[in-house]
């Protein structure tokens, strides 16, 4: 039986450790269930078996094999990474931009506002104020609060779900942040009448974009998982378009010095 080792790194001189037998997986998988999250208004996700002349790609009916066909929206059904090239018509795919798959990342718990129309948001002074004493980390993953379970079958749509107060886009990516994840279905709200300032702050669009910089949504990160640094695992589906479904994964890291 094959085993691993724990893993070590040096971070700002001190040695961790990170167990590869204790993953902490956040991506919400894809599924057919009448229960899947779904946002804007997306299709749900299609699993088809191919049908060929008298061939069958389905073994409940007699074929071989399972062979099928899936349909899904990456925006809409699940837990997804995209790049600049969600905004822009210059065709940039989060294929090219992902490069890299480990991070050192911190996870953070906001408080979510309510403004007095009714719009439920993180707003920029709770994410300074939350990040006040937080080591500056190329990947940061925030979890809101409230954080019920039902975060991971909610249909979104229509619902004018929690969203980042606009400037934060510029905020994080001043403080150095790459990779941004979040459990809510935009950074944005989801009508701003095409605003998208969380976006373009993030990933300083149009001026000077930031290839590499990526923003993963619809994840969900269980309560009795603490705040701190972690490292990332982050992987995509080898598309060339400007979002993939991934599956973000954290590790717990352990000080040995």
């Not at 998988?29 to 088809?48: D, F, H």
């Not at 191919?50 to 099928?68: A, K, L, P, Q, T």
């Not at 379970?149 to 886009?169: D, M």
């Not at 702050?201 to 993963?216: D, H, K, N, V």
């Amino acid at each position: 039986m094959l085993s691993f080792s724990p893993l070590q790194c040096h971070i700002d001189g001190k040695l961790y450790t990170l167990d590869l037998q204790r993953p902490i997986d956040i991506s919400l998988p894809l599924s057919t269930a009448e229960n899947q999250v779904n946002c804007y208004y997306a299709e749900a996700v299609q699993i088809e078996a191919i049908r060929v002349g008298s061939f069958v790609g389905d073994v409940r009916e007699g074929g071989s094999c399972n062979y099928v066909r899936v349909s899904l929206t990456p925006h809409g059904n699940g837990t997804h990474t995209e790049c600049y090239g969600h905004i822009s018509s210059d065709g940039h795919s989060i294929n090219s931009a992902l490069r890299k798959f480990w991070f050192l990342a911190y996870l953070v718990s906001v408080e979510v506002s309510t403004s007095p129309n009714g719009d439920r948001y993180v707003s920029l002074e709770t994410l300074q104020k939350s990040l006040k004493d937080v080591p500056s980390t190329e990947a940061l993953v925030i979890r809101t609060l409230p954080n019920p379970e039902s975060k991971k079958h909610q249909q979104y749509s229509g619902t004018n779900p929690t969203f980042l107060e606009p400037q934060s886009g510029d905020f994080l990516r001043q403080r150095g942040v790459e990779h941004l994840l979040i459990d809510t279905p935009s950074v944005d709200k989801e009508w701003d009448e095409g605003a998208l300032n969380v976006h373009k702050g993030f990933w300083q669009f149009p001026s000077l974009p930031r290839a590499e910089a990526t923003i993963t949504e619809l994840v969900y990160v269980p309560n009795h998982v603490k705040d701190g640094l972690y490292a990332l695992n982050l992987q995509i589906i080898s598309l060339e378009s400007d979002a993939s479904p991934s599956k973000p994964v954290l590790y717990a890291l352990k000080s040995e010095s």
